[in-house]
């Protein structure tokens, strides 16, 4: 009898946990948005020496999560029936153009950004348009 209750305990505590285990699986560890994992800390890097508090050229701050607020759905100073991020669209966003170097061919005017600095490599522009082109989320 005894071996009986023995054998009934071990069988429950392994289906707890096969349980517990299960329940882990199904449960995926979230994971930092590609904004706040790579966009945010790109843009700080790179944009906001001069894009501090938005009073600065362009009219835009580019520090941390103030960014996308002033880059998502914000026509551009320098060409205003241009949006700064179209979400879906990279294409048709004026940051890419302006870290693309294309922005003068949109009517668009000044220098390619980062401002005085080189070009950001391509690498990080397919992260930008990626962002972009995934709906531009926080």
């Known amino acids: 009898m005894k071996t009986n209750r023995v ?10 946990l096969v349980a517990v285990a299960c329940a882990a699986e199904a449960e ?5 948005s590609l904004y706040v994992s790579q ?6 890097s790179n944009c906001a020496v001069c894009h501090m508090t938005g009073e600065e050229a362009g009219g835009m701050s580019l520090v941390g999560d103030t960014a996308r607020g002033f880059l998502v759905d914000q026509p551009s ?14 294409d048709a966003s ?45």
């Open 7 to 16: 054998k009934t305990k071990l069988l429950l505590a392994g289906a707890a």
């Open 28 to 32: 995926p560890v979230a994971q930092p």
């Open 39 to 44: 966009i945010a800390p790109l843009l700080e």
């Open 77 to 90: 100073q320098e060409a205003p029936t241009i949006k700064r991020v179209v979400p879906g669209d990279p």
């Open 94 to 138: 004026y940051i890419v153009m302006k870290l693309e170097g294309t922005h003068i061919d949109h009517g668009g005017s000044g220098a390619q950004m980062p401002f005085g600095g080189a070009p950001l490599p391509a690498e990080q522009i397919a992260l930008v348009r990626q962002w972009i082109k995934d709906g531009a989320h926080p």
